[in-house]
């Protein structure tokens, strides 16, 4: 067996740690702490909340392909990662994650405090101890895997804070939402690929996609009222809240439309849409947090 050159193992690993996810994780943990520190976060503590989190989610993410790696063998979309395509070994896969995930739990707990450090390792148990094997299993997996990915809400709070705050319940509230359409648009877009690994993502009698629809209908409509909510905490102003408001009455479209009709494109634009949402919104809660 030939040797991985050492460049193509080192961008291996990188690609393990699924940068974009991490990203997406690092924003949402950097505005939760913005908002609950009033708009006064010190530049060290925040660096030190995202390093640990970027560290900490690398780290779980990774573990999760390597418990997968068997499934991403089978799937079109995951077949070229790095554990399927030999490009790396199970066991360099499992220390890497574990090492990322121990290292990130360490800076966090010494650096911001443990409460961050011990949420960031419940939201790493509920990914990869919950949300992994039960996508095999029931359609019920939607919501679990929702859960760790809001986490980053509570992460950023308490590390700003030191506690848990209703504020910070709101966020991962917001979190959880918002994820729910981009998810079930994504299991309809793949449910060629996730069937044939038993993948539960999408429910299994419903080959129109009116049942997914339908919850990306009232998922949106959640979302539209809870992302109010900051406003009427006095955490943000009117600008966030009218922002708010427009973002949420889009996504409700976009939901609609893929309800009235399911197809590829519908639903792909319910997933392109979610992608911008998160952003957009993370971006009003940094122009109008109430100081």
């Known amino acids: 067996m030939t040797e991985t050159p050492t460049h193509s193992k080192v961008g291996a690993l990188y690609e393990l740690t699924k940068p974009g996810i991490a990203a997406y994780v690092m924003m949402t943990a950097g505005v939760s702490y913005y908002v609950a520190s ?6 060290a503590p925040i660096i030190h909340t995202l390093v640990g989190v970027a560290l900490g989610t690398a780290g779980a993410l990774a573990l999760n392909q390597y418990v997968e790696r068997d499934l991403d063998a089978v799937m079109t979309r995951t077949r070229t990662r790095p554990l399927p395509s030999g490009r790396l ?12 995930l121990v ?10 405090g443990w409460l961050p450090a011990v949420l960031t390792a419940g939201s790493a148990a509920a990914y990869i101890l919950a949300y992994t094997p039960l996508k095999t299993r029931s359609y ?4 679990v895997g929702a859960v760790p990915g809001a986490f980053p809400a509570l992460i950023g709070w308490s590390a700003a804070t ?6 910070a319940v709101v966020l991962f509230c917001i979190a959880f939402l918002w994820q729910l359409p981009h998810v079930l648009a994504l299991a309809w877009l793949l449910r060629e690929d996730y069937a044939r690994v038993g993948f539960f993502l999408s429910p299994p009698t419903d080959p129109d996609g009116v049942r997914i629809g339908k919850h990306m209908v009232y998922h949106s409509v959640s979302l539209l009222m809870v992302s109010g909510f900051p406003t009427f905490l006095g955490l943000t102003g009117l600008v966030y809240l009218a922002g708010a408001l427009v973002l949420g009455l889009i ?10 009709k399911m197809s590829q494109s519908r639903a792909r634009r319910v997933f392109l849409w979610s992608l911008l949402y998160q952003p957009l919104l ?6 109008d947090t109430v100081r």
């Open 162 to 167: 030191g506690t848990v705050e209703f504020g």
């Open 282 to 287: 993370l971006a009003l809660f940094l122009i």
């Open 140 to 143: 019920l997996a939607t919501l």
């Open 38 to 43: 009033g708009g006064h976060a010190e530049i």
């Open 89 to 100: 070994r199970p066991g360099e896969a499992l220390a890497f994650g574990w090492a990322l």
């Open 103 to 112: 290292v990130g739990l360490a800076y966090l707990g010494l650096t911001v």
């Open 251 to 260: 996504t409700l479209g976009v939901a609609v439309a893929a309800a009235a």
